[in-house]
Antibody, heavy 122, light 108 residues
Framework: QVQLVESGGGVVQPGRSLRLSCAAS????????MHWVRQAPGKGLEWVAV????????FYSDSVKGRFTLSRDNSKNTLYLQMNSLRPEDTAVYYC???????????????WGQGTLVTVSS | SSELTQDPAVSVALGQTVRITCQGD??????AGWYQQKPGQAPMLVIY???IRPSGIPDRFSGSRSGSTASLTIAGAQAEDEADYYC???????????FGGGTKLTVL
């Protein structure tokens, strides 16, 4: 079955960087766009970014544009989120999620990982 | 940018039917996805598209849309349905996704 396993979270000071990874299995990774969605403690869901199945298109939320960068390695079935210039308001559980469309953007989230916690604090 | 609005909390008696709504301009152009999240767990897709249930989702869950309002209906709510429910859709003017603020469903 589909499995998404995030890693790389932790405690980081404001202004520093962190890279998250999401290891995928159980489906043909290079056929699906992938998203990151985050959830601040006690708050709702916030979409962060999406990358197309082949990595050629990337879209970001206004709150992370210019600071976060998405990439993927289809040979390793892995998704990455490089987070720079981190702010306290970036503190959240970060989930990776599989898009519902086969080689197109469906903008829905068929499967989710269990998430990794990022805490930005001095 | 677009917004999706949900009631913060809804309650339903065990075995009764409940409707959770989501309102926003983007829903006039795009279908909502509905996500169930239980405490300490990741969200899970329960309805997407016109009214499609992923494999394993009970048929008591259904979705509908009227104008700019999407609805998730649970017919015969069970205790295990108690959770937070989020709607999400593509933003009507950007290549982004927007979520509603979530509805906390209590099954009495």
């Amino acid at each position: 079955q589909v499995q998404l396993v995030e890693s790389g979270g932790g405690v980081v000071q404001p202004g520093r960087s962190l890279r998250l990874s999401c290891a995928a299995s159980g489906f043909t990774f290079n056929n699906y766009a992938m998203h990151w969605v985050r959830q601040a403690p006690g708050k709702g869901l916030e979409w962060v970014a999406v990358i197309s199945y082949d990595g050629s298109n990337k879209f970001y939320s206004d709150s992370v544009k210019g600071r976060f960068t998405l990439s993927r390695d289809n040979s390793k079935n892995t998704l990455y989120l490089q987070m720079n210039s981190l702010r306290p308001e970036d503190t959240a559980v970060y989930y990776c999620a599989q898009d519902g469309g086969l080689r197109y953007f469906d903008w829905s989230f068929d499967h989710w990982g269990q998430g990794t916690l990022v805490t930005v604090s001095s | 940018s677009s917004e999706l609005t949900q009631d913060p909390a809804v309650s339903v008696a065990l075995g009764q039917t409940v409707r959770i709504t989501c309102q926003g301009d983007s829903l006039g152009n795009y279908y909502a996805g509905w996500y169930q999240q239980k405490p300490g767990q990741a969200p899970m897709l329960v309805i997407y598209g016109r009214n499609i249930r992923p494999s394993g989702i009970p048929d008591r869950f259904s979705g509908s849309r009227s104008g700019s309002t999407a609805s998730l209906t649970i017919a015969g709510a069970q205790a295990e349905d108690e959770a937070d429910y989020y709607c999400g859709s593509r933003d009507s003017s950007k290549n982004q996704v927007i979520f509603g603020g979530g509805t906390k469903l209590t099954v009495l």
